[in-house]
């Protein structure tokens, strides 16, 4: 494990064995204290600096101060604000502190910081600081707490969480009754389960992670026993890309992938596929569509060979045309906009020897001719990208076993490790944050979550871009003899980083799947 601490993901008891073990090794816990406190709050100066409301005055900064360590952090945070000169408010409705929590609350007072326990009192403050509870709740709040929560989001003021927005349950992202709706949330030492978990997103705003430099043996020695979860670190996404080329290179050297996608009804599918394949910078772009579509797509990719295929009264391909052999392609993608009608030709891939990029219409197909032994006897690499819809039709009885998941493992992971295990193939969750599993040839389980993404993206047709990204890189990768594996990482890196780049420039409204077509390009200047 190299020592890139924001490529870790723990839950609640991981992390309090890691806290553990620094303390064990002498780390003082005051020391501790301080030093988290003193990185939250160079980075509140930080925000508060970099605001234009804040340019000609001081805000006025209320603490929300909770009986444990966060508190002691917030207290901290609040006693060197003032300081540095700004007007601080302590709202603490607890009576019982932990001691060291106790001592620190003690000298802010001695400060004349003003200390209540009536929540409004806070209701003029610019900023809230959110220190009530840290990593490890797991128990419903109740009044006076969850009414003065609800209080403060009704004020919908700048509220900044240290470590996870109170009420938030650590591991599984779940409100606790009532949780604030931060603005920005400090993460403290390595990234919890619950900022990837979609019921989460609209209350942790904008995450980021406070790194109090965790020594990598004590992390090594709690994760290394379990499937590796990682997040998708930019540096390792763009590790492969471009990817490089020889000198005596030619089209067929830089990998040839074969499309399957398009119908009447869907006749953009195989378009915004093949742009996507299209900005991968694949050598050759073979596209299978209906017979009647060939001219249509011919004239959006002219550098393509589109293959007109016999099609149905409906206007979906019937069958490949005869004489059209796949074991002249590097990687095959194929699923979007086909319909639920040629599933004989699903099934003639899925007996292939090529390399599979399954998507959309394809995965429908596959649930209703057997998702596990189509797969698991498959000896080329396949990956399967289904939204949650998809998900459960393919694996109906791993989507009904969710509760029957280890407690404080990541919902998604759990899936995504389960079928990858069960189908052989790599297992591709769409969501707010993509998460991705696979097994090793000696058992090994790996999983990546991308952590940072756009609603934008949440549109018809952005998955097929993906997917014709991804089949790109697959059929190059496999021309120069690359593992694919890593490449499935960059395609969702690379995806979701043009559609935050495109939603920057265009807003999100503005971000259709043939304009985020137009980013990935640029994004790929931007990084490389």
């Not at 349950?169 to 409100?175: F, I, K, L, N, P």
């Amino acid at each position: 494990m190299k020592n890139n601490m924001d490529e870790f993901v723990v839950n609640a008891e991981q992390m309090r064995t890691i806290e553990g073990r620094i303390f064990a090794a002498g780390m003082p816990v005051a020391a501790l204290m301080e030093k988290v406190a003193g990185l939250i709050t160079r980075r509140i100066q930080e925000k508060l600096n970099q605001s234009e409301i804040f340019s000609n005055k001081l805000p006025l900064i209320g603490v929300l101060v909770g009986p444990g360590h966060n508190g002691g952090d917030a207290l901290i945070v609040a006693r060197e604000l003032h300081f540095q000169g700004c007007q601080i408010i302590v709202y603490c409705p607890f009576v019982k502190l932990k001691e060291l929590t106790g001592f620190h609350a003690q000298y802010v007072q001695s400060l004349n910081i003003p200390y209540f326990d009536d929540i409004a009192k806070l209701k003029d403050c610019d900023l809230l600081i959110d220190g009530l509870f840290g990593f490890g709740l797991d128990r419903e709040l109740s009044p006076p707490i969850s009414t003065a929560i609800d209080q403060i989001n009704s004020w919908q003021k700048l509220v900044f969480s240290i470590d996870i927005p109170s009420g938030l349950h650590t591991d599984t992202g779940e409100v606790l009754g009532t949780a604030i709706c931060a603005t920005r949330t400090f993460c403290l030492g390595l990234w919890k389960m619950a900022f990837f978990q979609d019921r989460a997103l609209a209350y942790i705003g904008k995450a980021e992670l406070i790194d109090f430099n965790i020594p990598i043996a004590d992390i090594t020695a709690i994760l290394s026993e379990q499937p590796t979860l990682k997040l998708i670190a930019k540096k390792s996404a763009i590790a492969h890309l471009p990817l490089p080329r020889r000198p005596d290179a030619h089209k067929y050297t830089n990998g040839h992938l074969l499309i399957i996608a398009g119908s009447r009804r869907y006749s953009g599918a195989a378009i915004l596929t093949a742009l996507g394949a299209r900005a991968s910078g694949v050598g050759m772009l073979s596209i299978a569509v209906p017979e009647s579509l060939k001219l249509l797509v011919t004239a959006q990719l002219p550098e393509a060979l589109v293959i007109g295929c016999p099609e149905t009264t409906d206007g979906a391909i019937s069958q490949l045309p005869i004489g059209l052999e796949l074991s002249a392609y590097n990687a095959i993608a194929a699923g979007p906009g086909l319909t639920l009608e040629p599933q004989n030709l699903i099934q003639s891939i899925l007996k292939s020897d090529r390399p599979l990029i399954l998507d959309a219409d394809a995965l429908n197909i596959l649930a209703q001719i057997g998702t596990i032994p189509s797969l698991s006897q498959r000896q080329a690499p396949t990956v399967i990208t289904p939204h949650p819809g998809e998900f459960k039709r393919l694996f109906p009885d791993l989507a009904q076993k969710t509760c029957d998941r280890p407690r404080g493992i990541y919902q998604n992971a759990w899936l995504t490790q389960e079928a990858a295990k069960l189908s052989r193939a790599v297992v591709l969750l769409k969501g707010a944050r993509v998460c991705i599993s696979w097994q090793d040839a000696i058992g090994k389980l790996s999983t990546r979550i991308n952590p940072e993404s756009t609603p934008a993206l949440a549109r018809g047709g952005s998955g097929d871009v993906l997917t014709g990204l991804l089949g790109g890189l697959w059929a190059q990768a496999i021309s120069h003899h690359y593992p694919v594996q890593p490449l499935v990482e960059t395609a969702v890196w690379w995806h979701a980083q043009a559609g935050i780049m495109a939603a920057i420039e265009r807003t999100e409204l503005g971000v259709d799947a043939f304009t985020l077509t137009q980013y990935l390009i640029p994004v790929l200047i931007e990084s490389c």
